[in-house]
């Protein structure tokens, strides 16, 4: 699967690891419907962070269609509030 963090690259992400992102993508939206900003940006970070170690970057040049966009790593509380809401990031 080819994840894209916003403002930093693509990453080829071995789609074993969908699970795992699903996972944080809806605790981050029940942490956010809580109010809970320090869950949250601790969460977030683990969301990133599965992409970066188990992604392998792609070239800069290389155009493909990306099947998940994730938010920039500074995202903020209050972005995220917008953004996390309902399903998150992955429907279903």
Known sequence: MIVR??????????????????KLDNEIVHLIAKGDEKGFKNTY?????????????????AIKESDLIIPP???????????????GLIPG
């Open 45 to 61: 970070a683990k969301l990133i962070e599965i992409v970066r170690k188990n992604g392998v970057p792609m070239d800069v040049k």
């Open 5 to 22: 963090i916003l403002n930093e690259n693509q990453y080829v992400v071995p789609s074993l690891y969908y699970d795992d992102i699903n």
């Open 73 to 87: 790593a500074d995202l903020t509380f209050e972005e995220a509030r917008r953004i996390f809401v309902g399903e």
